[in-house]
């Protein structure tokens, strides 16, 4: 597709933001892990390795998925969305809403660009 929609173009940028995100708390965790920080090992490597494949995962997903207009790309870039709300209440219902409300802010708009009629219709074409 020579010209792609600015709402599906920021709907990529999100979903790579949270990419990065995901995946640099991955290394950040196995770093700490590695460095001897971690009370229990397992549970370490596994919070590492979790985020290491989500991010790289949504990466892919924002790449290979969005930013090519591939139809693959909406359905786990909205699930991503919708799974990001309730880890922002949680966030914000434990006194650190200095995280919980950007991350809302973030996923909302996430989803506005996502479901947007111009991404819809570039990723979908006359069939949606």
Do not use: C, N
Not at 31 to 45: F, H, K, M
Request: without cysteine.
């Amino acid at each position: 597709m020579a010209k792609r929609p600015w709402s599906l173009v920021m709907a990529a940028v999100i979903v790579a933001l949270e990419g990065l995100i995901a995946l640099g708390l991955g290394i950040y965790v196995a770093v700490e892990t590695v460095l001897g920080g971690a009370g229990d090992l397992t549970a370490a490597l596994a919070e590492a390795a979790f985020g290491v494949l989500v991010g790289a995962g949504l990466l892919w997903v924002a790449w290979g998925g969005l930013l090519a207009a591939e139809r693959w790309g909406r359905a786990p870039s909205v699930v991503t969305q919708i799974f990001l709300l309730p880890v922002a209440v949680t966030l914000i219902q434990s006194d650190q809403p200095a995280l919980g409300i950007p991350l809302i802010v973030i996923a909302l708009a996430g989803l506005g660009m996502l479901l947007a009629p111009p991404t819809t219709h570039a990723l979908f074409g006359d069939d949606a």
